[in-house]
């Protein structure tokens, strides 16, 4: 009786040693998985107020591809640290860093991943739209938001004065806007170059945004891209991508 006892005790004490093992065993797999996972996943480093991460952020998420988000504090020279110039020599943000490939301006980042997640296209398999597509694109990228960027404005503030900053940035804001209201006249529909987000609304929606929230400038003149901008604020890929919903972004 004694045996059998001590030998049922011994056996419960042995299933419980087995289970234990196998959670334990699964535990560390499911560990193993989650930072495998980790290293594997896209790391976008980002600056909450920036226009051209922004565009990224889009990008990401009308894509459904997950991300680390890395903030880089602009503010406090964080771009000048010897990690993130190793990353961007010049500097700048953002920069997509996928396992050993590393990929700075929104420009490329944006092609990058156009080749690498064809699934949710968004660039047009029409020439002449993807063309559309490029130029709206460049408008943004190239003749509006480098007259805006920080670096220019203080050169501004501390060449021509303080009182320059503003006016100087509305300036080549609305130029680019009146050269973009004419290009898409034809083309617009729902969106920028069709009835499908594309390429031209990820680099435009920030643009806009950020022309009417930091730069007030008038959108009064610019009525399409005023309806552009409406459209936009309903597509929840863009609003989670604005700089206010940012993990970086100062509290209100």
């Given at each position: 009786?004694?045996?059998?006892?001590l030998?049922?005790?011994?056996?419960?004490?042995?299933?419980?040693?087995?289970?234990?093992?196998?959670?334990e065993?699964e535990?560390?797999?499911?560990?193993?998985?989650?930072?495998?996972?980790?290293?594997?996943?896209?790391?976008?480093?980002?600056?909450?107020?920036?226009?051209?991460?922004c565009?990224i952020?889009?990008?990401?998420?009308?894509?459904?591809?997950?991300?680390?988000?890395?903030?880089?504090?602009?503010?406090?020279g964080?771009?000048?640290?010897?990690?993130?110039?190793?990353?961007?020599?010049?500097?700048y943000?953002?920069?997509?860093?996928?396992?050993?490939?590393?990929i700075?301006?929104?420009f490329?980042?944006?092609?990058?991943?156009?080749?690498?997640?064809?699934?949710?296209?968004?660039?047009?398999?029409?020439?002449?739209?993807?063309?559309?597509?490029?130029?709206?694109?460049?408008?943004?990228?190239?003749?509006?938001?480098?007259?805006?960027?920080a670096?220019v404005?203080?050169?501004?503030?501390?060449?021509?004065?303080p009182d320059?900053?503003?006016p100087?940035a509305?300036f080549?804001?609305?130029?680019?806007?009146?050269?973009?209201?004419?290009?898409?006249?034809?083309?617009?529909?729902?969106?920028?170059?069709?009835?499908?987000?594309?390429?031209?609304?990820v680099?435009?929606?920030?643009?806009?945004?950020y022309?009417?929230?930091?730069?007030?400038?008038d959108?009064?003149?610019?009525?399409?891209?005023?309806?552009?901008?409406?459209?936009?604020?309903?597509?929840?890929?863009?609003?989670?991508?604005?700089?206010?919903?940012?993990?970086?972004?100062?509290?209100?």
């Amino acid at each position: 009786m004694v045996r059998s006892s001590l030998f049922i005790y011994l056996c419960s004490i042995s299933s419980i040693i087995l289970v234990m093992n196998e959670h334990e065993h699964e535990q560390a797999q499911a560990q193993a998985q989650a930072q495998a996972q980790q290293q594997n996943q896209l790391k976008l480093y980002s600056y909450w107020r920036s226009s051209c991460s922004c565009r990224i952020r889009m990008a990401l998420n009308l894509k459904s591809v997950e991300y680390q988000y890395i903030p880089v504090n602009l503010l406090k020279g964080e771009q000048f640290s010897p990690e993130f110039q190793k990353l961007n020599p010049i500097g700048y943000v953002p920069v997509l860093v996928d396992g050993d490939i590393v990929i700075s301006d929104s420009f490329a980042i944006f092609m990058y991943l156009e080749e690498k997640y064809p699934e949710i296209p968004l660039l047009p398999s029409d020439l002449a739209k993807k063309a559309l597509n490029f130029q709206a694109a460049n408008i943004v990228c190239s003749s509006i938001q480098p007259f805006q960027n920080a670096t220019v404005l203080k050169y501004i503030e501390a060449k021509v004065g303080p009182d320059e900053r503003i006016p100087w940035a509305k300036f080549h804001i609305e130029k680019g806007f009146e050269a973009l209201e004419k290009l898409l006249t034809d083309g617009a529909r729902r969106y920028a170059t069709g009835n499908e987000v594309s390429m031209a609304d990820v680099f435009v929606a920030p643009q806009l945004h950020y022309g009417t929230k930091r730069f007030d400038v008038d959108m009064a003149k610019f009525p399409l891209l005023t309806r552009l901008n409406e459209a936009y604020s309903e597509l929840p890929e863009f609003r989670n991508a604005m700089p206010e919903n940012q993990p970086d972004a100062p509290s209100a």
